[in-house]
């Protein structure tokens, strides 16, 4: 079947440290992945995307790279600011069914301190 | 702003009741996706839409029902409500050159007392 795997939060950094979240994925065909940024109080962002191996989708100073090889898609930040605290949500669509809906992982919420 | 629109922001009703939520997608989007979050259960797909007609279906109770208009904008229905049922809902639409990319709306925060 498919499934998300994140890293376990909450992760609390400061202000311009690096950032990663870990992902990995379980699917039954060749997904796309994604990852969602939710802002307090808000509903779900598209933050980026890649749809096949070794893409690398990146917006707004984050990254994250498909890798096959070890299912996984681990979003990365080199300095994050008080403004990235959201939860991120890593999420991947199963282009073998034709169905797209997402499925999505549980979540880590980033708080950065200043 | 995706351009999703959602309505109500909230609602709050009692166990039993029954309530309908709804969406509107971004302005040529045709497909229309329901999503729950909650504590317990995290995102989880519900349904799909394309143009009036059901695509795809998740983990949808048997209580809950959904429909998308010749408008296609959507309503969620969920009936018999339980306790449980409190969550966040979610709509998304998307576009027929790229169904895989999918745009949220604010969400609809259900309350069951």
């Known amino acids: 079947g498919n499934s998300v795997t994140q890293m376990e939060g909450p992760v609390t950094l400061s202000e311009e440290a690096f950032l990663t979240i870990n992902c990995t994925y379980t699917?039954?065909?060749?997904?796309?992945l994604f990852w969602y940024v939710q802002y307090p109080g808000e509903g779900l962002q598209l933050l980026l995307k890649?749809?096949?191996?070794?893409d690398k989708g990146s917006n707004k100073g984050f990254e994250a790279t498909y890798r096959k090889e070890t299912t996984s898609f681990h979003l990365e930040k080199g300095s994050v600011q008080v403004s990235d605290s959201a939860v991120y949500f890593c999420a991947l669509s199963d282009r073998e069914t034709g169905a797209n809906n997402l499925f999505f992982g549980t979540g880590t919420r980033l708080t950065v301190i200043p | 702003d995706s351009g999703v629109t959602q309505t109500p922001k909230h609602l709050i009703t009692a166990t039993g009741q029954r309530v309908t939520l709804r969406c509107s997608p971004r302005?040529?989007?045709?497909?229309v996706y329901w999503y729950q979050q909650s504590l317990d259960q995290g995102l989880q797909f519900l349904i799909h839409y394309y143009n009036g007609e059901e695509r795809a279906k998740g983990n949808i109770l048997e209580r809950f029902s959904a429909q998308q208009f010749p408008d296609l904008h959507s309503e969620l229905n969920l009936s018999s409500l339980e306790l449980g049922d409190s969550a966040l809902y979610f709509c998304?639409?998307?576009?027929?050159?790229?169904?895989?990319?999918?745009?949220f709306g604010p969400g609809t925060r259900l309350l069951v007392l």
């Open positions: 890649a749809t096949k191996a070794d």
């Open positions: 998304a639409s998307s576009e027929w050159g790229d169904q895989e990319t999918q745009y």
């Open positions: 699917a039954t065909g060749y997904p796309s």
């Open positions: 302005s040529g989007d045709l497909s």
